[in-house]
DNA sequence: CCAAAAGTGTTCTGACTACACCCATGC
DNA sequence: GCATGGGTGTAGTCAGAACACTTTTGG
């Protein structure tokens, strides 16, 4: 029996959801997308696969990542059983290998290539369940840097849910919740009011 | 890489929440209770396994099945990788198996014996995503017969959440709801005012 | 003075909670 | 007539949704 893990690694980036995708330099698939993967190494865990692959393409470890479901028969891949995880990325600190072989690169969830070995279904499932997340855990704090104005956090909110949000409502809402508190320190950007920074209560997942 | 399946198959007993538990009758962990499970046959997908070991077990298999999780490297188990899948079914409808050799019983959740290969961490993961179900799927369902009285769908709801449900608030719900119709037909037991007899609108999971 | 983003309150509605009594039946 | 479970209504509270204007700043 067969066992590869792939990550879905969702970024926001310019106000819209991206995952990050790979170009197939080998057979099968050469030349389509697929999400960044592979086998198993002798004597490894499937989570720490994950987290190996998460570190190999991005760079960042300490973030959310996550279980997402377990799939067989995907496409024609050559793993019987795959084993998917999604994990949520400050695209500010990441950095993209330079490969020539094979080319990571962020892609607008609403505008994806052709991907291989059925990806497209493991991507649907993990935009779900982030969209689901997002309304009761604090998995937002992993597509933020430390210290964030309300509206940035509003922006990944929206990005991800593809829907304005009413932005008083939206402070109430995340003050209230206690998930974030105020640094007291404020920024300015350019033309306008300076803005007061943020910070969250908790970086490690938490369950509202 | 060696993978197994098994399910954790919960209904609801003399008021309580039970689990199918096997008592192993071979090494390892003779003597000791486990979930039901083993390997993949050849060519036979996890899901299909999965449906396979609940059809052995319990002799139902239109009910809801779903993939909870996947772990590796449980206890001293044999498999690598667990597949582990979680079902829901109505306990008058399943025929055990009288197996002198792998006895399969009923045990209710808060009263469990020894488990072998870490089942408790399953087990505890199964209870917790029940719980969570519960509250905003239909799966209730699966848990009961085709007909039924309110007041035996607000005891499984009460079994599972372990604690008592206001009675008026309940049926506002889950009518308000529309999970369940009047069936217009009802039923008389022993001394008692005779019982509206409900049914579910869909015997589908549906999220609400 | 203008453009751009930050910040701030109130009202309405729907959902959830808590809570107590009468009814139909079989024995 | 009594024990058993079936059935019903109301008031209070809270969270979420809708909604518009003023402030600070840099250019």
Same mark, same amino acid.
């Given at each position: 029996m067969n066992i590869a893990v792939v990550v879905v690694i969702f970024t926001v980036r310019n106000g819209q959801l991206?995952?990050? $995708?790979?170009? &197939?330099?080998?057979e099968?698939?050469? *030349?389509?997308?697929?999400?960044? *993967?592979?086998?198993?190494? #002798?004597?490894?865990?499937?989570? *720490?696969?994950?987290?190996?692959?998460?570190? #190999? +393409?991005?760079?960042v470890s300490d973030v959310f990542l996550e279980q997402l479901y377990t799939f067989?028969?995907?496409g024609a891949g050559r793993a019987d059983i795959v084993v998917a995880?999604?994990?949520l990325v400050d695209v500010e600190r990441?950095?993209? &290998? +330079? #490969?020539? +072989?094979w080319?990571?690169?962020?892609?607008?969830?609403?505008?994806?290539?052709?991907?291989?070995?059925e990806n497209e279904r493991i991507l649907a499932l993990a935009e779900q369940r982030l969209r689901n997340k997002l309304e009761y855990t604090n998995v937002v704090y992993s597509l933020l840097p430390e210290r964030f104005? $309300?509206?940035?956090?509003?922006?990944?909110?929206?990005?991800?849910?593809?829907?304005?949000? #009413?932005k008083r409502n939206f402070r109430r809402r995340v003050v209230g919740l206690g998930i974030i508190r105020e640094t007291g320190q404020t920024r300015k950007r350019g033309a306008h009011r300076?803005?007061?920074?943020?910070?969250?209560?908790? &970086? +490690?997942?938490?369950? $509202?």
């Open positions: 991206n995952v990050l $995708l790979i170009e &197939r330099a080998a099968p698939c050469r *030349g389509e997308w697929a999400l960044p *993967g592979g086998a198993l190494r #002798d004597g490894e865990s499937i989570h *720490g696969a994950a987290v190996r692959k998460l570190a #190999d +393409e991005t760079g067989d028969r995907l995880y999604f994990a990441t950095r993209l &290998r +330079e #490969d020539l +072989e080319r990571p690169a962020w892609h607008p969830i609403r505008n994806l290539p052709p991907l291989a070995f104005t $309300l509206t940035e956090m509003q922006g990944v909110y929206e990005a991800i849910l593809g829907e304005p949000i #009413d300076p803005a007061m920074l943020y910070e969250f209560t908790s &970086r +490690e997942p938490v369950t $509202l």
